[in-house]
């Protein structure tokens, strides 16, 4: 759920950022390095392993751009723009991925490679709500409407190789319905392309190390929390998480439903609910007809256009006796596919920061507090809760960019 909105970015965090990642962990040495007796030392060879199936599909290069073009994207931020070091390649990536129902299908993603001949560690970036009519706006489409085109960009440029998955319903696969806030598929997306991009990196003779960071405000912190579980679940082995830090996701799902549905206050967000009720009730095969949701005349205007205005009172838009079953725990299919997409309570291994602005109306800030609570009683050791003090889900992006890379960089 991110739109993009002008913010102002406090001249202290530049300058403190600047200084932080000057020396960016994409310019540390891998090499051996002599112990305390002067003594160089080789890591032993470990034991041969089944290598993984191949996931890449295609590749092709978007574009090459130089240190002072990636700066000049950031000019209104001086300082970020310095931290550019070295020119990019950016391609498109065709794999193969696992839609909703379980079938295979063909998804894209955008990578972006630093030219060096250092080995770099990756960064997975899960992008932002994009609605179905901004579709260039995906990863792989790489203009200047994209989140990747500046600041990610600049990121890039200081020495990591970014995985940016379109997801299922963008690029290659737009002709499919995007499962709007759909953890299951969100992570499998996002995973197989941080596997292709590896393919692609060996293909490629690119150098990457083991280092595996995840990165993404909004959906894409939702994406980037469901891709963390994932990894440490299912890829422990092969693709290691270093480090996490998931901005402003609606984490807490059967909570934020609890609350828009109890709420009598103007929510601005209604419009994006609408879009996560109807991909549960598709993905879940509940398969309700909209009036069962919404209330006339805005059930048959959502049948004919899914984004069609509604009103911000949620009593307005939802019926009585949907409201009611959501509030009393009454309708069993709909509180499982909450509950299936609740990612806030598990125990995370890698260091992860949870990163929300405390003013957040659009997505309420309690999501990431209840994750963070929750993660803290499994005895979750390297988890962190980064309020962006005063913050909207707007006015918090830049902060939350920012201190993000910082937060990364430590590791």
């Known amino acids: 759920m991110f739109t993009k909105r002008p913010v102002r970015i406090p001249a202290a965090l530049l300058a ?9 962990p994409g310019c540390k040495s891998d090499s051996p390095t002599p112990d305390a007796t002067g003594t160089t030392t080789t890591p032993p060879p470990t034991s041969p392993v089944t290598p993984p199936a191949s996931v890449l599909v295609g590749s092709s290069l978007i574009g090459e751009y130089s240190q002072a073009t990636l700066a000049s994207r950031v000019g209104d931020v001086p300082l970020v723009g310095a931290l550019a070091r070295l020119p990019i ?4 990536l065709t794999y193969t991925t696992h839609n909703t129902d379980g079938r295979s299908i063909t998804a894209s993603g955008a990578v972006l490679v630093p030219v060096t001949t250092q080995a770099l560690p990756v960064i997975s ?18 203009n200047q409407n994209s989140e990747l085109w500046s600041a990610v ?12 998955p379109d997801y299922i319903g963008y690029g290659a696969s737009k002709d499919l319905p995007h499962p709007y806030e759909h953890a299951a598929s969100l992570a499998s997306a996002s995973a197989d392309m941080l596997r292709a991009t590896r393919e692609f990196c060996k293909q490629q003779n690119v150098k990457v190390n083991d280092k595996n960071f995840l990165l993404g405000y909004s959906e894409g912190g939702y994406a980037t929390m469901a891709l963390h579980k994932l990894l440490e679940e299912k890829y422990a082995s092969e693709l290691p998480v270093t480090a996490s830090a998931p901005g402003a996701g609606a984490y807490h799902k059967t909570a934020f439903a609890k609350y828009i549905l109890n709420s009598d206050q103007p929510l601005s967000f209604l419009s994006t ?7 549960y009730n ?4 509940i398969n309700r007809p909209l009036s ?16 069609s205005s509604v009103p911000s009172l949620p009593k307005q838009l939802f019926t009585d006796a949907f409201r009611q079953s959501v509030l009393t725990d009454s309708d069993p299919a709909l509180l499982a596919a909450f509950r299936d997409n609740d990612i806030y309570d598990w125990q995370p291994k890698a260091p992860t920061a949870l990163f929300h602005g405390t003013a957040d109306d ?10 963070y609570k929750a993660m803290q009683a499994r005895g979750a050791k390297q988890v962190e809760l980064r309020p962006i003090q005063g913050g909207n889900h707007f006015t918090s992006v830049a902060t939350y960019t920012l201190s993000a890379y910082a937060f990364i960089s430590q590791y």
């Open 292 to 307: 069962a949701y919404f209330k006339e005349p805005y059930a048959t205007q959502l049948q004919a256009n899914p984004f």
């Open 362 to 371: 659009y997505v309420p800030y309690f999501n990431s507090q209840d994750a």
């Open 125 to 142: 970036y899960q992008h932002g709500t994009i609605r179905p009519d901004d579709e260039d706006r995906a990863p792989s489409h790489y």
């Open 89 to 92: 390649k950016v391609y498109k």
């Open 153 to 164: 960009s600049v990121l890039a440029s200081t020495g990591y190789v970014v995985s940016a």
């Open 273 to 279: 609910y609408v879009w996560v009720l109807d991909t």
């Open 16 to 24: 403190w950022l600047f200084v932080f990642l000057a020396a960016s």
């Open 282 to 285: 598709r993905v879940y095969k």
